[in-house]
Structures are given as C-alpha cells and as structure tokens.
C-alpha cells in the first residue's frame, strides 16, 4: 500500500515547491508526522525546518487540528489558527488515495486578518449588490396584471380569459393576436400570473423597438469582446434573464430573419449560444408572442419563417377590437374612472347618459387605449362630479366628435372598420406632415405595421415619401 511516509525526499521537495504558491503551507503523512512545511510557516513560528520535519503536527504545533481531519477524513475550511500570536485563516483537507487517508494537507488561505476581514466586506458587497440587483429584476419583471385586471363582460372577453385559465397550467407557447391598443399585454401577464411560473420572471421585448443589430444580442446576450462596445463581462440575454419564466416577444412579425432563425433554434434545443460564445446555455422559457399583423400572410408572402410560426401559435387568443364588443364600453369607462380617481385623488362620480351615447356613436380604431385617453382627458375637465358631453369632446379635437363620423351608414362591421382606420391613418400621418415613422409612433405601430396597414386598406397615395 502506498503511504506517504514512504516518498523520498526529492519527490517531496517538488510538491513543497508547489505549495510554496500558498505561503502557508503543511502536509502530514499517515502517521501525523510533518513531511512538508513552507518558509513562510517556518519564518512565522521562528522554527527551521530541520527542527520540524519528521515531528508529529502536535508536538510542534499543539494547537493544530490537522490529526482531527486525519482521523476523520472530514476538511475543515477557512478555520482561524492561531500562530505565534497572529490569526491565520487556514483550510485542512485529507489526502486520499484509492478510498484511504494517507495524509492531510494545511494551508493559507489569507496570511492576515485584515485580508480576511477586506475580503468579507467585498463579498457582503458583492451579495449585497446581487441581492438589489435580483430584486430589481423580479420587481420590473414580475407580472403587473392578472385575470382580474381585464376588464369586459362580453363573450369574446369571457371566452379569451376563459383560454387564459386552460392554458396557463401548461408551459405550451402561447400566440396572442389582436389590433393595436387591445390589450395584448394585459393578457400576457395574466396567462404568466396564472402559471406555476408566476414566481419566475416576466421579461418583455419589444422587438419593433430593438435595432436589428442589437436584437440577437439582447435576446441571446453576448460574451466578451464579440463586438464594438461590448461590456468586458459580456451581458445574458432576455432569455437566461427569463429562465423558468416566462418570455414576452410583442410584435414579434418584426423579427429579423436572422433572429427568426436564432429563436427556432433554441425552441428546439433550449439552449443557446450568446453571441460571440462557444459554450451552450440551457435554457427554460415558456414563449408568448404578440402581433397586431396576420403571421400567416406573413408567411405565405415569405416574410415569417414557417416553421417558426407552426413553433410559436400552438395556443392562439385573439384579442377582438373595441368595436366588436361595444357591451365592454361601459365597464370599462367605470374602470378608467375609478383609476383616475385612485391615482390623483380625483373626485369623478361617473358620466352622463348623452356622453356615454356618444362613446357607442365613435368606433375606436384605438380600442381600449384610445378609451383610456379619452376618459383620462374628459376626468382632468370636469375636476369633480359627473362627466358631461362638453367634458367629453372639449379636448377631444376631431375624436369622437360628430364631425368624425362614418359616411358609411350600413352595418357591415368590415367596412365601417375599414373606414374609421383610414381616416385615423391619413389624420396622423397629415398631423405629423407625411412622416411615416412619427405617424406609426403616433399610431401605436411599427413603421412596417402602418405601411401593411396602408396597403391594407388601398390608400396608396400614402406610399409617398415626403418631399423636401
């Protein structure tokens, strides 16, 4: 059996170089006996090592606990040993060999005090800093809105929560459709609130908002030095950001195809690469996507990858516009109401009768949002007391008013849509002087969104950029 008592001393003295790196340094042998000491050990007890090699640890150092992990096999780690009235912090650990101890090695892990206690503050730092960065990132990426938060009484309404409860007990991805303004996020939210995911995050990308060359690496994170103003430590994406949680891609019919790609990628796998990386990451990451443009036109105009799309709508919801589910109007005025008084002290008591028949006459192209502006307006005038007519429409400009109302008098609801957006189009982009870009922020859209919507609806002379 091989023991360490038995090396020979030129064997020995190239593992003391080694522990040298250590500073402090001790090994034993199976006996308890001393076969490697450092200088530095040596210097601070005022011993040579000929006065020490071959001694057992105990009759040389007698207050060492080097024979308790030769006895037990257990380490012992960052203990504090006192040598010639100094404090060392010191780790002891076995030496095995084939499942026997045949010795124990000591060693430094600070030579002073003052370096242990410097260390300790910069890790309570350091935990401290994670601490308030986790919290952060669970406050601005937890769930604001649950079931509770939609508001609406009609069918669709119903049926779309009612989809929210079945599905949200899976980790299936989740595909939300509906016009800008409908409450697509609220949605989201609801369908991570009500899931085991809920303590996990909620990270939400825009992926109309992100240049395209950034949005790989805001989604995938990128490591050192993979480009031009990369961070030294490199950064994790929103999907490790989002891991056992939930992942919110709104106007994902934005994505680039390079992206498109990157994102089946790790669908498939679940892991990814960051970006200039060559290690995988595994990730876990329930998807819930949301466009206001049909992905399968998209698709069949080769714009939208389709195996993607196949990834992505295993559970649709569609979101229907205001105008569609005009019985929601009136609990949802009662709910901006409530809003605006919790949130400025206000005191509004409700609406008028006539402004209310108002609202049913104007057909929303803005849907739930442009409601909550036009309620938040008409509250700020009337101060306190009932919302009159007057309150209604003195801010509200050609909104609602009976200037703006449909020439189309019949009751198919395609035409009348069609009719309301075009005119809400051409009214933001003349507001904004032809500038399409400032039209589709106006609007609520992506550029390519309003132009889509523009093609839609046969207004061609839009198209036009304008001249300078």
């Not at 020995?12 to 170089?17: A, K, S, Y």
């Not at 005025?333 to 949130?343: G, L």
């Amino acid at each position: 059996m091989f023991r360490l008592s038995t090396i020979p001393q030129k064997y020995l003295d190239v593992i003391e170089t080694i522990f040298n790196e250590f500073d402090g340094a001790l090994v034993i042998d199976e006996l308890g006996k001393i076969r490697i000491i450092t200088d530095y050990y040596c210097r601070a007890s005022g011993l040579s090592k000929q006065e020490v090699l071959g001694k057992r640890v105990d009759e040389v150092f007698p207050t060492t606990r080097m024979l308790e992990v030769l006895n037990t096999g257990k380490p012992i780690i960052a203990d504090i040993w006192e040598l010639a009235g100094k404090s060392q912090i010191v780790s002891r650990v076995p030496i095995t060999l084939n499942g026997s101890i045949i010795g124990a090695a000591g060693f430094n892990i600070f030579r002073y005090l003052d370096d242990a206690q410097g260390f300790a503050h910069r890790i309570t730092n350091m935990f401290s800093e994670l601490k308030y960065y986790k919290e952060e990132v669970k406050r601005l990426s937890s769930a604001k809105y649950s079931l509770a938060s939609i508001v609406g009484k009609s069918d669709a309404i119903v049926e779309a929560k009612e989809q929210v409860r079945m599905v949200a007990a899976t980790s299936m991805p989740v595909s939300i459709t509906g016009e800008t303004g409908t409450g697509k996020e609220l949605f989201a939210h609801a369908v991570h609130q009500e899931s085991s995911r809920r303590e996990y995050p909620l990270i939400r990308v825009n992926c109309a908002s992100i240049p395209e060359n950034l949005l790989e690496s805001e989604l995938f994170g990128y490591e050192e030095g993979a480009f031009t103003g990369a961070r030294k430590s490199g950064k994790p994406g929103k999907f490790e950001l989002a891991h056992k949680g939930t992942l919110f891609l709104d106007e994902i019919s934005e994505l680039s195809w390079v992206a498109q790609a990157g994102l089946l990628r790790v669908l498939q796998e679940k892991e990814l690469e960051r970006v200039g990386g060559i290690d995988t990451i595994a990730v876990d990451v329930r998807i819930i996507s949301a466009t206001n443009l049909p992905l399968r036109e998209l698709v069949s105009q080769g714009k939208f990858r389709k195996d993607l799309f196949f990834r992505l709508d295993v559970f649709p919801i569609h979101i229907p516009p205001l105008r569609e589910r005009m019985e929601d109007l009136e609990p949802l005025t009662e709910f901006f109401i409530n809003q605006f008084n919790q949130e400025t002290g206000g005191h509004i008591k409700g609406i008028s009768k006539e402004a209310m028949a108002r609202l049913h006459q104007y057909h929303w192209p803005g849907n739930v949002r442009e409601l909550n502006t036009v309620i938040e307006r008409a509250c700020i005038d009337t101060g306190a007391g009932i919302i009159s007519i007057d309150n209604l429409l003195r801010f509200a400009g050609s909104k609602v008013s009976a200037d703006n109302r449909l020439k189309y008098q019949g009751f198919d609801l395609a035409k009348a849509r069609d009719e309301a957006e075009k005119l809400t189009i051409i009214r933001a982009i003349k507001a904004c002087r032809g500038n399409k870009t400032q039209a589709a922020q106006l609007l609520g859209l992506s550029r390519s969104a309003l132009y889509y919507k523009i093609k839609q609806l046969q207004i061609p002379h839009l198209l036009d950029e304008p001249k300078n």
